[in-house]
C-alpha cells in the first residue's frame, strides 16, 4: 500500500494578484463554420434559376424574369435603346417601348404560354402534396417522421458542426477513453502542493504541455488533452469560524486559471477537499464555474472528514451517496444544459476512502476516473494500481505521480505499461 503525502502547508493569509491572462495560441481557431445557406439552399430560400431560361425545375412565378429573385417579384422594363448602356432591351418594332424581359436578358413567355405552366405547376404542387401526406407519419414513438424528421436531422447536424467547429469545439472533441488527460495538481498559494503553486502562467503551460508530449510520442493513438487540478477548498489542521475546516480560494484567483486553462485548450478541474463541510453545500458554492464548459470536477475522499476526526491526522471516506448525489447534479447539467460530458476524478489510495464504491452509479453524460493517489515506490504503486483501477475499476483507470516524493518517478513508458493503461496521469 502506498505511502502518504508531506504534512498539509499553513495558507497564507492574503491571495496572490492574478497574473496575466494567456492569449490563445495562433493556429487554434480552426475557421468560421460552414455556410449551411450555401449548403441547403432549399431549406434556406435561396432562388434556383429561372425554369424557363435553363430548362430546370423552377420553384418561382412563371417566369416574367425570376432569376434570382424571390416569389413575388415583378418583372421590370429597360429603358429605350437610344442612349441607354450597353445590355438595355431591344426597342418593340410595332410600339417603340423597351421589351420586358427578364434578368436573365431573354423575352418572357406568352401570357397564354404562362397560364398552362401555372396550371401544370398547380397540378404537380397537388400530387406532390399527396404523396408527401402519405409518406409523413407519425411513428411508435409519437415522433412525427419523414421531411419534418429530414429537416430535424439537418438542423440537429448543424448544431453539431456548430459545437465542434466553434470556440469551444476543442472541449467537444474530448472522448474518453479515446483521449489521454496528463494533469498538473496544485493550488496557487502552496509550491508544495504541486506545480500550479510552483511556476507563473506561461511556464505552467509549457511545462503541462512538454509533460503530456511525452505521453503523446509513445502513444499517437490517443490524443493527449492537458489540464489542471486546483484545489478549492483546501483542508486546514484546525476548525475555522463556520466549522468547516477548509479554506476557499477568492473568486479572483478561480476566474484567472479557468480562463488560463481555456484560453490555451487546457481542462480545468476543481479538486474538493471538503473537511467537516458538505459535498453538496462546496459544490453549490462553485456550481455557477462548474456549469461552463471545460470546468470539471476532482474529489478527494481524504479529507471527507467523519464528526471528531482531525484532517491531516486521520483518513477520511467518502460514501457512495454522496458521490451519486455529485454525479446526478453534472448528468443533469449536462442533459438540460446541452454541455460536453463532464468528467469527474475520484481519488484513492486506501480500500476504507471508498467504503461502498459498489454502490457508486453511472448517469449518462458524466465520465469516472479512479485515480490511485499516494507516494511511494513503484512496486506499491502498481499494487495499487491493480486494486483499485483493475479489480475495483468503477469506470477508468487513472494514476497519480509524485515528483518529489515517488522513489523514483515512474516514467511515461512505465506508466503507459500498466493494465489497463490509465486514460489520465496526474503530476504533483
Not at 218 to 239: E, W
Not at 387 to 407: N, T
Amino acid at each position: 500500500m502506498g505511502m502518504r503525502r508531506l504534512p498539509l502547508s499553513q495558507k497564507r493569509e492574503e491571495a496572490d494578484q492574478p497574473g496575466p491572462f494567456i492569449a490563445p495560441r495562433a493556429g487554434d481557431d480552426e475557421g468560421p463554420l460552414p455556410n449551411a445557406k450555401d449548403d441547403h439552399p432549399a431549406l434556406y430560400g435561396r432562388g434556383d434559376p429561372c425554369g424557363l431560361c435553363t430548362g430546370r425545375f423552377f420553384r418561382h412565378a412563371a417566369c416574367g424574369g425570376g432569376g434570382e429573385r424571390s416569389l413575388g417579384d415583378t418583372p421590370y422594363y429597360l429603358p429605350p435603346r437610344q442612349g441607354a448602356p450597353p445590355g438595355a432591351a431591344p426597342l418593340d418594332p410595332a410600339s417603340q417601348k423597351p421589351t420586358r424581359v427578364s434578368p436573365c436578358g431573354r423575352p418572357p413567355a406568352t401570357p397564354w404560354l404562362s397560364l398552362v405552366l401555372m396550371c401544370i405547376l398547380l397540378i404537380l404542387s397537388a400530387c406532390g402534396r399527396s404523396v408527401l401526406a402519405e409518406q409523413t407519419h407519425v411513428g411508435s414513438t409519437g415522433t412525427l417522421t419523414g421531411v419534418n424528421t429530414v429537416a430535424a436531422d439537418l438542423q440537429a447536424e448543424e448544431a453539431q458542426l456548430r459545437k465542434f467547429r466553434g470556440p469551444e469545439g476543442w472541449i467537444w472533441r474530448i472522448s474518453l477513453p479515446d483521449n489521454r488527460l496528463v494533469v498538473f495538481y496544485g493550488n496557487p498559494l502552496s509550491p508544495v502542493m504541486g506545480p500550479i503553486g510552483q511556476y507563473p502562467d506561461d511556464e505552467l503551460i509549457a511545462k503541462l504541455r512538454e509533460q503530456g508530449q511525452a505521453y503523446a510520442d509513445l502513444d499517437p493513438r490517443h490524443r493527449v488533452v492537458p489540464a489542471i487540478d486546483y484545489v478549492t477548498p483546501v483542508v486546514q489542521s484546525r476548525a475555522t469560524y463556520d466549522g468547516s475546516w477548509v479554506y476557499r480560494m477568492p473568486d479572483d484567483s478561480i476566474e484567472h486559471y479557468v480562463h488560463l486553462a481555456n484560453s490555451n485548450h487546457v481542462l480545468f478541474f476543481f479538486d474538493m477537499q471538503i473537511g467537516h463541510s458538505s459535498i453538496q453545500k462546496e459544490v453549490n458554492l462553485l456550481w455557477p464555474y462548474l456549469q461552463m464548459p471545460g470546468v470539471e470536477l476532482s474529489l478527494d475522499p481524504e479529507f471527507d472528514m467523519p464528526p471528531g476526526t482531525t484532517p491531516g491526522v486521520e483518513f477520511g471516506r467518502m460514501k457512495a451517496v454522496e458521490i451519486n448525489w455529485v454525479i446526478d447534479q453534472l448528468s443533469n447539467l449536462v442533459l438540460t444544459q446541452h454541455l460536453p460530458p463532464k468528467i469527474l476524478i475520484i481519488h484513492q489510495f486506501l480500500e476504507s476512502m471508498l467504503p461502498d464504491w459498489q454502490n457508486i452509479k453511472l448517469k449518462p453524460g458524466v465520465q469516472v476516473i479512479t485515480c490511485v493517489d499516494g507516494f511511494g515506490t513503484p512496486g506499491e504503486k502498481i499494487d495499487d494500481y491493480r486494486m483499485f483501477d483493475k479489480e475495483q475499476l468503477i469506470q477508468y483507470p487513472g494514476m497519480k505521480l509524485f515528483y518529489k516524493l515517488d522513489k523514483p518517478v515512474m516514467s511515461p513508458a512505465d506508466v503507459l505499461a500498466l493494465d489497463p493503461s490509465p486514460v489520465m496521469v496526474m503530476y504533483q
